[in-house]
């Protein structure tokens, strides 16, 4: 049965049950002729049959059985089995036994991120160790790994049993929460919350209601007040059996009010809404419980949009009708009941409905004719009907994705309207690679297809809608002006230039915007903040380090697995000469009727954009980003550590997930992402320095990355710490080059719109910065050129890390080198007219040329940087001959390219 949990962000790993040897496998035989034949096993064997689950343990499975020895049956209080062998007692018996028995096959080596498991009875079991033991709820396991062919059998000394009581008797026995309980009966809900359930109940204590203003449950217990005292209990109460792992993961939930609860993680501390969860994870019979600090009020009932428009229709309806018929003066009654029920709500009506109702109702009132009355009555009511305003105008840009995302906290279907757009200009304030623009649109597309199908009101703008207006700012305002909301709700959108648009653009229509917080992410501004406080330096390493501890990820008792934070000397290598060996293509996507229309639109509309879309076949929906994750863990991520800084001809994805762009469109969680990838380390599917290092990218580069974007922008973007103000050259829109390697990495780049880390940052971003082209033009190219491109990420990788433009704050130095590595790392020089070993002569590499001309021109720059120490002595073993013919062949270079740039 599961207890209290104080604490809910604590970390949920254990170690693995290991506190007997397994046997060895018995796989021959089921579940239940196993245990018969081990011969420890009869009473339970007993209890199956009597129970009737004997057929369903033969069955396929896979089940994992907790399975209690005879001896442990015998440990039971004197007659305990005779009775629930009892024929009258097969349901209670049912539910003792499906509690030892949990869904698929778990190794006692599997179970190491688990704190409990769901067991087919519905309850969750407690799985512990304490001193090398291991205990489910107070039973120690004796026995592991007893194989099957439809399962495991893990032995326990002591019968395990679920909780008896059902959810008000629960709370009834903790004390601690008599005010709830007398609500729940002053409202007629004990019998509903005493049924079958199951129900999930956010539990206030006793202090949670005396914080509450004084007088208030008191008047809340009056039976006038019965119906609002029952919306707000029901606002408490979730359908299901949701525990508190689940619950976070979910981000929120629909209560029986009808109205959504949020469910977050801030500053170590788990809340619903703005109460904090004391206590979770209480079984009860039917249902669970998780306690909380403060009572959760419903959002306030407007008048909605639908509901003022329908009251109107119905009104006008009926009173034609009667007016038609020659009763007038009914005529009249029915509209001015009608203007005086809707003027009842008082401000939650615009302003100008309210005046145009008024005035209609003076008007009528000092009338004697009811011809003239239904008249004046039915223009107010005209003027009311398209005019009601609704509640949020919710916002969702093209990278925000998630029906879990803070946007759709307390959403009302009835009250509430999702506004998405396509603008061009999005397009073409950088000149935007056509399958940047696609993947964008049919990902939106769906997206709003989803949200229609789940009866969601959109109001969505296609680009070749007649009218478009092709800006966020205009398509706002025509927005604002159609639906009157009371205000915008915007999940802070990923690039700084956007989120003062909206700003500035919601002050200038005279409408609240409710910005809020982007929790797809592991950490918050203020946990970035944190760590940065009092750094004179900030090092993505331990940040790094930090999240891993926050999250408890690939640690165990405090320290990292393995001994060591990160496996980067074993992820270095390169191929052999024979190349990659044979793998699984990544699944593909093939573009649905919808992705095809959004291609069709992108190669009319944007025909002069760089860039093809013969390829295009990216996951464009959560499914699809699920599906591709899973193709991941399974076929590439085993290879991805060794090889992940590998290179090869013809060979765009290797080893690489192809997920970035799926997670920053938000159709994938990056929760998700490294749970998967820790759990293949957990099950050996792929191995330490592979999981390891894919989780560094997400948890450690992703979010480091963002965290420098939004501590330093907007003055980030102006950086440029080596003064470089040297033009792109042509060919990085062309692929046009003698330099295989670019010519490969940027040929890539624009048939797929996909080039992995390595060949961002040390071929077309090493190139550029040994150049020294001005770090906005090389950011403004990569914002432009990559499907996966959102400027909070693609900024600090480019001006930072890429371009050193920022001096230091994303990289501890440029990462800067000949020819020689990209050589080491691929196979691009084979074949090459150029020598990455010669800085000089008509055959000497463009890179290696000027990898010596870019420290010779910083090398007083650089000198203090203890990390660049040696590569500035390489420089003094030159001669002064040598360094001028270097000087003279970079000069070559870059007059050549400054001509076609």
Same mark, same amino acid.
């Given at each position: 049965m599961?207890k209290l949990?104080?604490?809910l962000?604590?970390?949920?790993a254990i170690?693995a049950?290991?506190a007997a040897?397994?046997?060895?496998?018995?796989a021959?035989?089921?579940?239940?002729?196993?245990?018969?034949?081990?011969g420890s096993?009869?009473?339970?064997?007993?209890?199956?049959e009597?129970?009737?689950?004997?057929?369903?343990?033969?069955?396929?499975g896979?089940?994992?059985?907790?399975?209690?020895t005879?001896?442990?049956?015998?440990n039971l209080?004197?007659?305990t089995v005779?009775t629930?062998l009892?024929?009258?007692?097969?349901?209670?018996?049912?539910?003792?036994?499906?509690?030892?028995v949990?869904?698929?096959?778990?190794m006692?080596?599997?179970?190491?991120?688990?704190s409990g498991?769901?067991?087919l009875?519905?309850?969750?079991?407690?799985?512990k160790v304490?001193?090398?033991?291991?205990s489910?709820d107070d039973?120690?396991?004796?026995?592991?790994?007893?194989?099957?062919s439809?399962?495991?059998?893990h032995?326990?000394d002591?019968?395990?049993?679920?909780a008896?009581?059902n959810?008000?008797?629960t709370?009834?026995?903790?004390g601690?929460?008599?005010t *709830?309980?007398?609500?729940?009966?002053?409202a007629?809900?004990?019998?509903?919350?005493?049924?079958?359930?199951?129900?999930?109940?956010?539990a206030p204590t006793?202090?949670?209601?005396?914080?509450l203003?004084e007088?208030t449950?008191e008047?809340?217990?009056?039976?006038?007040? +019965?119906e609002k005292?029952?919306a707000?209990l +029901?606002y408490h109460?979730?359908?299901?059996? &949701?525990y508190?792992?689940?619950?976070?993961?979910?981000k929120?939930?629909?209560?029986?009010q009808?109205?959504?609860?949020?469910?977050?993680?801030k500053?170590?501390k788990? =809340?619903?809404?703005k109460?904090?969860? &004391?206590?979770t994870d209480?079984?009860?019979?039917?249902g669970?419980?998780?306690?909380i600090?403060?009572?959760?009020?419903p959002?306030?009932k407007?008048?909605g949009?639908?509901?003022?428009?329908?009251m109107?229709?119905d @009104?006008?309806?009926?009173?034609? +009708?009667l007016?038609n018929e020659?009763?007038?003066?009914?005529?009249?009654?029915v509209?001015?009941?009608?203007?005086?029920?809707m003027?009842?709500?008082?401000?939650q009506?615009p302003?100008?409905?309210t005046?145009?109702l008024?005035?209609?109702?003076?008007q009528a009132?000092?009338?004697?004719c009811p011809?003239?009355?239904?008249w004046? /009555?039915?223009?107010?009511?005209?003027?009311?009907?398209?005019?009601?305003?609704?509640?949020?105008?919710?916002?969702v840009?093209?990278?925000?994705l998630? /029906?879990?995302?803070? @946007?759709?906290?307390?959403?009302?279907?009835e009250?509430?309207v999702?506004w998405m757009?396509e &603008?061009k200009?999005?397009?073409?304030?950088v000149?935007?690679h056509?399958?940047? $623009?696609?993947?964008? *649109?049919?990902?939106?597309?769906h997206?709003r297809d989803?949200?229609?199908?789940?009866?969601y009101?959109?109001?969505?703008r296609?680009l070749d809608?007649?009218?478009?207006?092709?800006?966020?700012a205009?398509?706002?305002?025509?927005?604002?002006r159609?639906?009157?909301?009371e205000?915008?709700?915007?999940v802070?959108?990923?690039e700084w230039?956007?989120?003062?648009?909206?700003?500035e653009t919601?002050?200038?229509l005279?409408?609240d915007?409710?910005?809020r917080?982007?929790?797809?992410f592991?950490?918050?501004?203020?946990m970035?903040?944190?760590? #940065?406080?009092?750094?004179k330096q900030?090092?993505?390493e331990y940040f790094y380090?930090?999240?891993?501890r926050?999250?408890d990820?690939?640690?165990?008792d405090?320290?990292?697995?393995g001994?060591?934070?990160?496996?980067?000397?074993?992820?270095?290598?390169?191929?052999? %000469?024979e190349?990659?060996?044979e793998?699984?293509?990544?699944?593909?996507?093939?573009?649905d009727?919808?992705t095809?229309e959004?291609?069709?639109?992108?190669?009319?509309?944007?025909?002069?954009?760089p860039?093809k879309?013969?390829h295009?076949?990216?996951?464009?929906?959560?499914?699809?980003?699920?599906?591709?994750?899973?193709?991941f $863990?399974e076929?590439?991520?085993?290879?991805?550590?060794?090889?992940?800084?590998?290179l090869?001809?013809d060979?765009?994805?290797l080893?690489?997930s192809?997920l970035s762009?799926? =997670?920053?469109?938000?159709?994938?969680?990056?929760?998700?992402v490294?749970d998967?990838?820790?759990k293949a380390?957990?099950? %050996?599917?792929?191995p330490?320095?592979?999981?390891?290092?894919?989780?560094?990218q997400?948890?450690?580069?992703?979010?480091?990355?963002?965290?420098?974007y939004w501590?330093?922008?907007?003055k980030y973007?102006?950086?440029?710490?080596?003064?470089?103000?040297a033009? *792109?050259p042509k060919?990085?829109w062309?692929?046009?080059t003698?330099m295989?390697c /670019?010519?490969?990495?940027i040929g890539q780049?624009?048939?797929?719109?996909? #080039?992995h880390h390595?060949?961002?940052?040390?071929v077309?971003?090493?190139f550029?910065?040994?150049l020294g082209?001005d770090?906005?033009?090389?950011h403004?190219?990569?914002?432009?050129?990559?499907?996966?491109?959102?400027?909070?990420?693609?900024?600090?990788?480019?001006?930072?890390?890429?371009?050193f433009?920022?001096g230091g704050i994303m990289?501890?130095?440029?990462y800067v080198a000949t020819?020689k590595?990209? +050589?080491r =790392?691929?196979?691009?020089?084979?074949?090459c007219?150029?020598?990455?070993?010669?800085a000089t002569?008509?055959d000497?590499c463009?890179?290696?040329? /000027?990898?010596?001309?870019?420290? =010779?021109?910083?090398?007083k720059?650089?000198?203090?940087?203890?990390?660049?120490?040696?590569q500035?002595?390489?420089?003094e073993?030159?001669?002064e001959q040598?360094r001028?013919e270097i000087?003279?062949?970079?000069?070559r270079?870059k007059?050549h390219?400054? @001509?076609?740039?």
């Amino acid at each position: 049965m599961r207890k209290l949990s104080l604490n809910l962000i604590a970390p949920l790993a254990i170690a693995a049950l290991i506190a007997a040897q397994p046997s060895k496998s018995m796989a021959a035989d089921d579940i239940v002729d196993t245990a018969v034949n081990a011969g420890s096993f009869k009473t339970l064997a007993a209890a199956l049959e009597a129970a009737g689950l004997v057929d369903a343990l033969k069955g396929e499975g896979p089940f994992t059985v907790f399975a209690p020895t005879d001896e442990a049956f015998a440990n039971l209080p004197e007659g305990t089995v005779e009775t629930l062998l009892k024929p009258e007692n097969k349901d209670q018996l049912t539910g003792i036994l499906t509690y030892h028995v949990v869904p698929g096959k778990v190794m006692a080596a599997q179970v190491v991120d688990l704190s409990g498991a769901t067991t087919l009875n519905g309850q969750r079991v407690d799985i512990k160790v304490n001193d090398g033991s291991v205990s489910v709820d107070d039973a120690s396991v004796v026995k592991t790994d007893i194989e099957c062919s439809n399962g495991v059998i893990h032995v326990i000394d002591s019968v395990i049993l679920p909780a008896s009581d059902n959810i008000p008797t629960t709370a009834e026995k903790a004390g601690s929460f008599s005010t *709830l309980l007398a609500a729940v009966n002053a409202a007629g809900l004990a019998e509903a919350l005493s049924g079958e359930g199951p129900f999930t109940v956010f539990a206030p204590t006793d202090d949670a209601f005396a914080a509450l203003p004084e007088g208030t449950v008191e008047t809340l217990l009056k039976p006038e007040n +019965k119906e609002k005292l029952a919306a707000i209990l +029901k606002y408490h109460v979730v359908p299901g059996r &949701v525990y508190s792992t689940d619950a976070l993961k979910a981000k929120k939930a629909e209560t029986l009010q009808g109205a959504n609860i949020s469910i977050s993680a801030k500053g170590g501390k788990a =809340m619903v809404n703005k109460a904090g969860l &004391v206590a979770t994870d209480i079984d009860a019979s039917n249902g669970v419980i998780h306690v909380i600090d403060a009572v959760l009020l419903p959002p306030e009932k407007k008048l909605g949009s639908t509901e003022a428009q329908q009251m109107i229709h119905d @009104a006008v309806a009926k009173g034609s +009708k009667l007016y038609n018929e020659g009763h007038h003066a009914r005529c009249a009654d029915v509209y001015m009941s009608t203007a005086r029920k809707m003027m009842s709500y008082g401000d939650q009506l615009p302003e100008n409905i309210t005046h145009s109702l008024s005035s209609a109702v003076s008007q009528a009132e000092g009338m004697h004719c009811p011809i003239k009355q239904s008249w004046t /009555l039915r223009e107010g009511l005209d003027q009311a009907y398209y005019p009601v305003s609704i509640r949020n105008l919710v916002a969702v840009l093209g990278d925000q994705l998630d /029906l879990n995302s803070a @946007a759709f906290d307390d959403f009302s279907k009835e009250d509430d309207v999702v506004w998405m757009v396509e &603008v061009k200009d999005e397009a073409t304030h950088v000149w935007t690679h056509k399958v940047r $623009i696609a993947m964008f *649109l049919a990902a939106m597309r769906h997206f709003r297809d989803d949200l229609l199908a789940r009866e969601y009101r959109v109001d969505y703008r296609q680009l070749d809608d007649p009218g478009c207006q092709g800006d966020f700012a205009s398509e706002l305002g025509v927005a604002v002006r159609k639906h009157r909301p009371e205000k915008i709700v915007l999940v802070e959108p990923g690039e700084w230039r956007v989120r003062e648009l909206f700003q500035e653009t919601a002050k200038e229509l005279d409408v609240d915007l409710d910005m809020r917080p982007d929790r797809h992410f592991f950490a918050t501004h203020e946990m970035f903040e944190e760590h #940065a406080s009092g750094r004179k330096q900030l090092r993505q390493e331990y940040f790094y380090r930090e999240m891993r501890r926050e999250f408890d990820i690939l640690m165990k008792d405090g320290e990292p697995l393995g001994g060591k934070w990160n496996f980067d000397s074993e992820n270095r290598k390169s191929f052999s %000469k024979e190349g990659p060996e044979e793998r699984p293509n990544p699944k593909r996507f093939s573009p649905d009727a919808t992705t095809k229309e959004v291609l069709e639109l992108v190669e009319k509309r944007f025909t002069d954009h760089p860039g093809k879309l013969e390829h295009f076949d990216w996951p464009v929906t959560p499914k699809q980003a699920k599906q591709a994750l899973d193709d991941f $863990i399974e076929h590439r991520l085993p290879e991805f550590g060794t090889y992940q800084d590998a290179l090869w001809t013809d060979e765009p994805y290797l080893y690489h997930s192809r997920l970035s762009a799926a =997670m920053n469109l938000k159709l994938l969680d990056p929760r998700d992402v490294v749970d998967a990838a820790e759990k293949a380390y957990h099950t %050996k599917q792929a191995p330490l320095n592979a999981v390891e290092g894919f989780i560094r990218q997400v948890l450690g580069w992703r979010e480091y990355v963002r965290g420098v974007y939004w501590k330093f922008m907007p003055k980030y973007l102006e950086r440029n710490s080596l003064k470089a103000k040297a033009s *792109l050259p042509k060919f990085y829109w062309t692929a046009d080059t003698e330099m295989n390697c /670019l010519q490969q990495c940027i040929g890539q780049t624009l048939d797929y719109g996909y #080039a992995h880390h390595i060949q961002r940052l040390m071929v077309t971003g090493l190139f550029a910065l040994l150049l020294g082209v001005d770090p906005k033009a090389v950011h403004e190219w990569y914002l432009a050129v990559y499907l996966d491109a959102v400027e909070w990420v693609e900024l600090p990788n480019t001006l930072g890390m890429s371009q050193f433009a920022d001096g230091g704050i994303m990289a501890s130095k440029p990462y800067v080198a000949t020819g020689k590595y990209i +050589k080491r =790392m691929s196979n691009y020089c084979d074949g090459c007219r150029y020598d990455p070993e010669k800085a000089t002569g008509e055959d000497a590499c463009p890179f290696t040329t /000027l990898y010596w001309d870019f420290l =010779m021109r910083h090398e007083k720059f650089l000198s203090d940087n203890q990390r660049m120490g040696l590569q500035l002595k390489n420089i003094e073993r030159k001669s002064e001959q040598e360094r001028r013919e270097i000087k003279s062949q970079a000069k070559r270079i870059k007059s050549h390219l400054s @001509a076609n740039a």
